[in-house]
């Protein structure tokens, strides 16, 4: 790996988040942003960027981190490029937990993450014995086919539990679904800097599973490897960091099939580095994004969900046809 991609992942997240800070209703000059962070400057400036603008802006980049991370243990897990946790099914399964919660009056941030949670889990289980049932075994390829299937399976089931909610909680949960930091709190930046750490710190820690399962099954256990132990492992990890991110923000796609992409393309082939990497521009691309969704259409704001899926479908297509 270039010894630079690191500080220059540094550099390019610490200015795109200073500009984030910067951007909105009110701009507000970059040198002014950097006064107010350091607790000067007018009050209302001090307001705007500390209060208002500062936990979005920190959520974005760990969620973006989280996602990055997810799809890069899913690709590794799997052997595939194309893996991720929105095509997998994964965070559409975390999204019926918390769309289900939400639309029946379960609005307090404890009741909506263990739902996603719980979707996400149940999503996980749903793949896997899919793929199972239709392979035998939990081949790579029957996995992704099988979290299209249950992905599909997990919007049907948003749009029934919506069908009769009030309006005012039916806007608030299509909104979500689309993915948004509008609403974001230093509360939710805290659960989910907690969830990054753990199980983003567990795939770390871990990546040398992801770099024996790269391998292939037959040499990953001639070197004394539990292939079916650590896909499990690495899987049910990586589908509940995606959990947290969707109960963050709601569901954001191609985050975690772009950057683990962009990290082995800048050098980073060994999982952990990898990781480490993914996670870095994955906090880069989603910031950048959500300044996006802010400022093309100011000030109407863009769904974050749609301007990621504006990136990331074209993306998949070209990966899919080098890959055919």
């Known amino acids: 790996m270039n010894r630079l991609t690191v500080p220059v992942g540094v550099v390019l997240l610490m200015s795109v988040m200073l500009v984030a800070l910067g951007v909105g209703a009110v ?8 006064h107010a962070l350091l607790g000067e400057g007018d009050e209302q400036v001090l307001a705007i960027v500390r209060t208002l603008r500062a936990p979005r802006v920190v959520l974005a980049a760990l969620v973006g981190a989280g996602l990055a991370m997810s799809g890069g243990a899913l690709q590794g897990t799997l052997r595939n490029p194309l893996a991720e946790p929105y095509l997998l099914g994964v965070s559409g399964g975390a999204a019926v937990g918390a769309v289900v919660a939400f639309a029946f009056g379960g609005a307090s941030p404890l009741v909506i993450t263990l739902a996603a949670f719980g979707g996400a889990a149940a999503a996980t289980l749903l793949v896997a014995l899919l793929a199972r049932v239709a392979g035998g075994r939990a081949e790579p390829r029957l996995l992704l086919m099988a979290g299209v299937v249950v992905g599909a399976f997990a919007n049907a089931v948003i749009l029934v539990a919506l069908a009769d909610a009030p309006p005012d909680r039916l806007r608030g949960a299509l909104w979500w679904m689309m993915g948004s930091t ?6 939710a ?6 969830a990054l750490a753990v199980f983003g710190g567990v795939l770390v820690v871990r990546a040398r599973d992801l770099d024996l399962l790269a391998l292939g099954e037959e040499p990953a256990a001639a070197l004394g490897a539990d292939v079916d132990a650590a896909a499990r492992r690495t899987f049910l990890v990586a589908s509940w960091l995606a959990a947290a991110t969707v109960a963050a923000v709601g569901l954001i796609g191609f985050i975690g099939l772009i950057v683990p ?8 082939h060994r999982h952990r580095a990898l990781l480490v990497v993914s ?3 994955g906090a880069v691309l989603l910031v950048a994004a959500d300044v996006a969704a802010r400022s093309v259409r100011a000030p109407v704001e863009l769904p974050l969900g749609a301007v990621t899926a504006i990136v990331g479908v074209p993306f998949f297509l070209a990966r899919l046809r080098r890959l055919a």
């Open 279 to 281: 996670a870095l521009y």
């Open 182 to 187: 509008t609403d974001a709190t230093w509360g």
């Open 261 to 268: 992409n962009l990290a082995r393309a800048l050098g980073a």
């Open 27 to 34: 701009a507000i000059p970059v040198t002014d942003v950097w």
């Open 189 to 194: 930046v805290a659960r989910t800097a907690v």
